[in-house]
């Protein structure tokens, strides 16, 4: 393998967005590495972050699994790297149980506090008093950590932060406290890798909170987007960020697999929940973008990102397999299209972390993958057909 042009120090971060933000994240990473030349890879980053979902595929890019490996097992559908419905979560029973001995508990003296107030209570004023009879989360993470810790060792992977060879750091909220802890670093490292991958992926309201040695712990995604200090912290000099997590421009005139979606406020409250969270998570991110570049000015990054309309990626239900090679090929051309459209600028940073990149390897390689997708799942539309990125990546490629 070439050395490196530069003695700097490369950082990875993939951000969170839920299965389908993991979906495309996999497929990005794939293009970055039919991207880089002179035989350098994902593997050759010094330092991963992973937040919520993108702490998943961290992890594996840290245990030095290639993307390309992850892509085609989920178009073929080959275990242990795809993933089903039933990997990834289950419904919370046992909160369902506290439930209802909570409410038997409680029934009592709320019906004696309505009978005493009926005149001045509304229903809502009745469930804010009953909250404490509430579960912690519709489902339950417990068989992710079980399917990733069968995953790890199946595959003969790392499953804790000292037996890799990478540094990975996965951020994860104490929900007591509030403040943001980060398993991989110094006194969190006895924590599974597994585990420490759910703590960070339990959004409130899905998901019940993750406990780990006594503490509860939710998404990181909820705090501090923790990325860019974390990377100058251990001396970073060059961010690749892939952040699925953006807002949705909800089109209700477009159609996808021959379905016109409602609008938002259809959809229900966990879909108006789930824009805002997006639209909250984008506000933080771009602002702390603007910080970094006043603070480091002598740290450069690149941040990859799905097209606002790509709204397949706000569907937090578990998808069709055409649905995931729909995902996979947009991580994939989104990256070709960000690169094709900013070459100049992203080579030359690239390059000046000695990281080349060849756009002729990139051609041989999309036109294999495009091969791919379309034999995965024919029903989608042809590929350049409705497809972020492909006219524009063709046009730039053969100029």
């Not at 495309?24 to 293009?31: M, P, R, S, V």
């Not at 029973?93 to 029934?107: D, N, P, S, Y």
């Not at 450069?300 to 995931?324: A, C, H, I, M, N």
């Not at 094709?340 to 756009?359: D, K, V």
């Amino acid at each position: 393998m070439a050395q490196k042009q530069q003695a700097s120090r490369l950082a990875l971060a993939l951000g969170g967005g839920g299965f389908t933000g993991y979906l495309f994240e996999i497929g990005a990473l794939t293009a970055l590495d039919d991207l880089f030349d002179d035989g350098h890879t994902i593997s050759d980053f010094d330092l991963y972050v992973g937040v919520s979902a993108g702490a998943a595929a961290a992890a594996l890019m840290a245990n030095g699994v290639r993307p390309e490996d992850i892509l085609a097992a989920n178009l073929s559908g080959a275990r242990p790297y795809y993933f089903e419905r039933r990997d990834i979560f289950a419904p919370a029973i046992g909160e369902g149980a506290k439930t209802v001995l909570r409410i038997a508990r409680q029934l009592g003296p709320l019906l004696k506090l309505y009978l005493q107030n009926y005149w001045e209570m509304s229903l809502i004023d009745l469930i804010e008093k009953a909250q404490d009879a509430l579960p912690s989360g519709l489902y339950t993470l417990k068989p992710f950590a079980q399917h990733l810790e069968a995953t790890f060792a199946e595959k003969g992977l790392s499953n804790t932060f000292d037996g890799l060879r990478k540094e990975l750091y996965i951020p994860a909220i104490d929900l007591e406290t509030g403040q943001s802890v980060i398993f991989g670093d110094e006194g969190w490292r006895q924590t599974p890798i597994s585990l420490a991958i759910t703590a960070s992926s339990a959004a409130p309201v899905y998901f019940c909170p993750v406990r780990i040695e006594g503490r509860d712990y939710i998404d990181a995604g909820i705090g501090r987007v923790a990325f860019f200090e974390m990377a100058v912290q251990r001396g970073a000099d060059f961010m690749v960020i892939i952040n699925p997590a953006v807002h949705i421009h909800h089109d209700i005139n477009a159609c996808f697999l021959n379905e016109r979606p409602a609008r938002l406020r259809d959809r229900g409250f966990l879909s108006i929940s789930e824009q805002a969270s997006r639209i909250n998570l984008e506000a933080r991110v771009t602002q702390a973008l603007r910080l970094f570049r006043q603070e480091h000015p002598d740290k450069e990054y690149v941040v990859f990102s799905p097209k606002p309309t790509e709204t397949l990626l706000f569907d937090r239900s578990f998808l069709s397999f055409q649905g995931r090679v729909h995902l996979l090929r947009c991580g994939y051309l989104s990256v070709v299209e960000a690169v094709t459209e900013h070459l100049e600028p992203i080579q030359a940073r690239f390059a000046r972390h000695g990281l080349p990149i060849s756009l002729a390897k990139l051609e041989g390689r999309m036109t294999t993958r495009m091969e791919q997708f379309a034999a995965a799942a024919p029903s989608l539309a042809p590929a350049g057909h409705g497809q972020p990125g492909w006219s524009s990546a063709k046009r730039s490629l053969n100029t």
